[in-house]
């Protein structure tokens, strides 16, 4: 049976390797090891480019690093979005109020309020195209964004094809915050079935070798991610 799999980027990062070493992941191991019977026809990785910062300005050269080595694998495709940013006056936490008068609302402090636009529309459109055209048997999606929810509910439910969802969150999360690393129940309903969570162990199998080659030439894994 072959698969299409669907990756929201940064849903994966965050949920998945952020503050680990398994940052060098190789999503098609990964998704072999998970789904040993399945041939793995496209993988399409759904992300945005991460900006310079002050505090991390080495951020996008990193990420360009990974985004090459996700270009060795011959099947998997790169679909970008992109990062927005604007300031936003907020209530401070803990609420404060001016000469402590609750008459009047708390104050507010001004943050910059970054977000990515895009990746989470993409995947829905070619989730449902996909299965439209009948491009693979199945399609697996690795989110827990319950945005997805009508997309995937489209392609169950009235197209009629089957969708494995994978929530990204570890097992240790998972264990240690259930109520927030779970599997979305919106997910759950709407998907033919699910991975509730990606163990550690797992993670550390799927990783690209620390030095790679492609038409370029030699390149490695950033010393400091």
Known sequence: MTANVYIDGFNFYYCALKNTPYKWINPLFLCNILFPTATIAKIKYFS?????????????????????????????????GNFVSWPKLLPQHPLAYINNDLRNPPQKVQVERSEEKGSDVNLAAYLIYDNCIKDADESIVISNDSDLANAIMLVTQKIL????????????????????????QTLKRVSTRNVNSISSNVLAKAQFQPTMTDSLGTFTKPTNW
């Open 48 to 80: 945005a480019k991460v900006k310079s910062l002050p505090h991390d300005p080495s951020a996008p050269t990193r990420q360009d690093i990974y985004w090459r080595a996700l270009r060795t694998i011959p099947n998997l495709e790169i679909i970008p």
């Open 161 to 184: 094809r089957p969708v494995t969802i994978v929530n990204p969150n570890r097992t240790d999360r998972v264990r240690s915050d259930p109520h927030r690393c779970n599997l979305q």
